[in-house]
Every structure is written in structure tokens, then in C-alpha cells.
């Protein structure tokens, strides 16, 4: 692949350069170039979300460039102040380490194995001493931190900043100095940020690198974007179904931008698909069928796309059940409380599990429930559904 092929791939579905010049300067060099992603585990799954950005540090892994995936297990417990409006409740280490654990194995759907390094920046941050750190936070001013737009609007509304948080973008942009690299990834809420990474490397005396930030992808919701707090999310590690009927949930409104973002689809051909939904060639739940299958295959492969939708077909159009559901007891005792079995049975809480109830999004074999406790031989032997798609097989 040439140089300008490569500029192109790694502009397709680009945000922001900074600056973009050097990009093209920096893939004319003629080795491989150290192309650094940070991400803080403070939640278990990797998302559709991060998995835009992680696609792209994977284009690069394809043009032969060496990926540097950085985990941030120490400034995961300082707390990235980005379009925040208060000071981040800071996570304990146990927290964190639970988290990185779990996104470390998560990686891998979407990385290549090769051109892959993997670091966690508590590596360099934890050992640092007073000295070192002081020489750290030479390398900006109080005036170059309020500069950034979530700073400069808390001050003047008087909220609280704490001087941990100018650490951060610090912190994040010692990272860059640590790895020597030559461009930095990240959401477009990571700009500021990425830019702090080129000011710190300066004053280590490095070439500074290139920031390149991709946009963030909306919920599932359609408005918000994906957030594991919002429960707005698709995971990587969700099974074909979930995948498939999550994307089925999307309004209209933002197939195209996940079209571009969430599935493997080049610009042209996100372009044919939404010409034709406009000129009413393609039906929109045609064009959403053919999104869903694509997510699902992204991560899981052809087979079982096709598969999740025979079974979204079977649940929603012709009012069936799943072929294959798992099997949960029936606590003992004459009666059985609905909503601290929904509970155990699915995850979440028993205010969550009565508020369904009381919507009446809970069916026993088919039929709408709403009483909070049932009689055990009704439940033996019957399906549970939650929602519309949640099914489990309730046993002896």
C-alpha cells in the first residue's frame, strides 16, 4: 500500500488531524510508525463505541504499522476530566484491575495479533518521583489548561477543579513521551487531550505526534452516545442475537452513521444504501436488516449472523420462542417472587425486575404477568420472557 493509499484509510471516517500535514509526512518515512491508543478500563465491556477507535488503530495494524494499545490502569484512578461537568468519582485499583482484566480479554475481536503491543501506563506513572513529576508539569501552563472548553466553562461557573485533574491530560501525554509515538488515536472528545500529548513530547525533545480522532458513535438509543452507563451499548463479547436485535432497536435516524462507524462498510457504498432508502428503492427496515447482519458478522462471522436473524424472524414476526435458551431452577417453596427470579435468572436489579412487571414486560409461557409472587407449579417447566428478548427455561 502507498503512502497516499494509506493517508486515505486513515482519513476515511476521520474527525480530526492535527495537524494533517504531518500525518502525510509521517507515513512517507518509510518504516513503521508507533501508532499509540489509550483507553481507561472503568467498565467491564468493550463497546461498539471504543471499538470504532480500536478499528481504526486495526487499519493501521493492517498497513503495517506497530499498534500500541495502552491501558491506562493508573490514570483510570485519577479520572479523565473530558466533558465532564464535576470531578469523576475516583475508582479503587481493585476496580480497575477487575476492569482491565476483563477489556484485555475483549481486544482481541477486534486487534490483530501482529504488529500489537500491549502496555499498562502504571509501568512508567507509578514509579515516578517528585522530581520527575515536577519536570512533568513544567511542560504546561495554567493558562494552556484553561484553555480546554470543560476547564475554562466549570471556572466560570465556579465548580470545583481539582489540580488532579490538570494531571491528567499530563499524565496521558507522558504516555505518548513513554511509547515514542509517532501518532495518537482517540474520540473526538480526546482532542485536547491528544494535542497536550505533542506539547509534553516537545519538552522531552521528541518529534511530536500526529492527533487523529474519529467520531463518537450514538446509543443505541439514537441521541445519547454509547455509554455503559446509560445502558445504551452493544458489547463485543454480546452474543450474535443480542447484537443483531440492538441494532434491529436503532431509529432510522442513525443507520447511516452507524453504517459508517459500527459496521465494515466503505463511504460509497453507505452512500448507495441511504440514496436508496431515500428514493424508496430500499425499505429502511431492509436497509437496518442488512446493518444488523453486518454488526453481528463483524464479530462472530457470517454463519451466526444469518442464524441471529432466522431467530429474530421467529421471535418478533412469528411470535415464537428461540431455539435454544438456557435452562434456571425454580427456587424452592410453594410460592416464588417474580422479581427476585427475574433477578437471579437475567442480571440487574429487583427495582429494575418490578418495574417490568409493572409494565407488564414479563410473560410466563407466553402470557402477561404482573404479580410479584406466583405459585411454583406454575413456573416449572414454562418459559420466562423479559422483554423482547430475553428467554429462559425455568426447571425443577
Not at 504499522?65 to 491506562?72: E, S
Not at 490483530?112 to 504546561?140: H, V, Y
Not at 485533574?165 to 485536547?192: K, M, N
Amino acid at each position: 500500500m502507498t503512502p497516499e493509499e494509506q493517508l486515505d484509510l486513515a482519513l476515511r471516517y476521520a474527525d480530526r488531524v492535527a495537524p494533517e500535514a504531518q500525518l502525510a509526512e509521517k507515513l512517507q518515512l518509510g518504516r513503521p510508525l508507533r501508532v499509540k491508543l489509550g483507553l481507561d478500563p472503568t467498565a467491564p465491556a468493550v463497546t461498539l463505541g471504543w471499538a470504532v477507535v480500536l478499528r481504526k488503530l486495526r487499519q493501521f495494524q493492517e498497513m503495517g504499522h506497530t499498534a500500541v494499545l495502552i491501558v491506562g490502569d493508573f490514570t483510570a484512578q485519577v479520572g479523565d476530566p473530558s466533558q465532564r461537568n464535576e470531578t469523576r468519582k475516583r475508582l479503587t485499583s481493585e476496580e480497575v484491575n477487575e476492569f482491565a482484566e476483563n477489556v484485555l480479554r475483549q481486544f482481541g475481536h477486534v486487534l490483530l495479533e501482529e504488529n500489537l503491543e500491549i502496555r499498562r501506563n502504571s509501568e512508567w506513572l507509578a514509579p515516578m518521583d517528585m522530581a520527575q513529576l515536577l519536570e512533568l508539569t513544567s511542560a504546561a501552563t495554567v493558562a494552556q489548561m484553561m484553555e480546554r472548553q470543560d476547564f475554562s466553562k466549570r471556572y466560570a461557573e465556579g465548580t470545583p477543579i481539582s489540580v488532579m485533574e490538570f494531571l491528567y491530560p499530563l499524565f496521558q501525554g507522558y504516555d505518548s513521551v513513554a511509547v515514542e509515538a509517532d501518532i495518537e488515536l482517540g474520540g473526538s472528545d480526546q482532542l485536547w487531550n491528544l494535542v497536550m500529548g505533542r506539547t509534553v513530547q516537545e519538552r522531552y525533545g521528541m518529534d511530536p505526534q500526529v492527533a487523529l480522532t474519529v467520531p463518537l458513535l450514538v446509543g443505541t438509543d439514537g441521541t445519547q452516545k454509547m455509554s455503559q452507563s446509560m445502558g445504551n451499548y452493544i458489547g463485543v463479547e454480546d452474543d450474535p442475537s443480542e447484537m443483531f436485535g440492538k441494532t434491529m432497536s436503532l431509529p432510522d435516524e442513525a443507520m447511516e452513521h452507524w453504517f459508517q462507524l459500527a459496521a465494515d462498510f466503505d463511504p460509497d457504498q453507505v452512500d448507495q444504501i441511504m440514496s436508496d432508502v431515500t428514493s424508496g428503492s430500499m425499505h429502511p427496515n431492509q436497509a437496518k436488516r442488512l446493518l444488523a447482519r453486518s454488526v453481528a458478522a463483524l464479530y462472530h462471522g457470517d454463519d451466526a449472523a444469518e442464524a441471529a436473524e432466522a431467530e429474530f424472524d421467529q421471535v418478533f414476526k412469528h411470535g415464537g420462542v428461540p431455539d435454544e435458551i438456557d435452562s434456571f431452577p425454580v427456587p424452592a417453596g410453594e410460592t416464588v417472587n417474580l422479581p427476585a427470579l427475574i433477578r437471579d435468572a437475567f442480571g440487574g436489579s429487583g427495582s429494575d425486575a418490578r418495574r417490568l412487571l409493572q409494565q407488564g414486560a414479563v410473560r410466563v409461557d407466553g402470557d402477561q404477568i404482573t404479580d410479584q409472587e406466583v405459585d411454583r407449579d406454575r413456573l416449572v417447566g414454562q418459559v420466562l420472557q423479559v422483554g423482547k428478548r430475553k428467554f429462559i427455561k425455568l426447571v425443577n
